[in-house]
């Protein structure tokens, strides 16, 4: 797999600024901020580096959770929305709050981490298949609690 450098994605960061100062809850520009972070720094899970495309994963759902009433469940299906608020789509918002419970499971915070499991299964049932998906996910984290949070809600 080719290893991008950091100056390769000055382009993105550019971007991602242009469009979080049109737009400060821009879901796009909060999803490739998090994403470009958590590519740069994916050899240190552990370093503040990394830990920041934390913080862009967590003000886009606390965004979306403020945007849209009675979410995760009434919330926009389908593509992403191309009019306000933009940016937020049933497919980045599942994939993100997934993401977010890999990290708060890999910090030992697994309470948490079964909450966005969770919030992302009501987004995306099947969940992600990948090597480390949401099946392993779960069944690690009901191994760790004791119990299936998600059946509770």
């Not at 400060?24 to 470009?36: D, I």
């Not at 920041?52 to 995760?72: C, G, H, I, Q, V």
Request: with cysteine; net charge negative; hydrophobic share 35%.
């Amino acid at each position: 797999m080719r290893q991008w450098r950091e100056e390769e994605f000055s382009g993105v960061r550019s971007l991602i600024t242009f469009l979080l100062e049109a737009d400060p809850e821009n879901g796009a520009a909060l999803y490739y901020a998090g994403e470009a972070k958590r590519y740069l720094n994916r050899e240190n899970r552990g370093g503040i580096d990394f830990k920041r495309s934390m913080d862009d994963f967590f003000n886009y759902a606390d965004t979306e959770k403020r945007l849209f009433r009675n979410w995760p469940h009434d919330r926009p299906k389908g593509e992403c929305a191309k009019e306000p608020p933009y940016g937020y789509c049933a497919e980045r918002t599942a994939y993100i709050l997934f993401l977010l419970a890999l990290d708060l499971e890999r910090e030992g915070d697994y309470g948490n981490a079964f909450a966005y499991l969770c919030d992302s299964l009501v987004v995306r049932p099947d969940g992600f298949v990948q090597f480390n998906g949401t099946r392993e996910l779960k069944a690690r984290l009901t191994r760790l609690v004791g119990e299936d949070q998600c059946k509770k809600n």
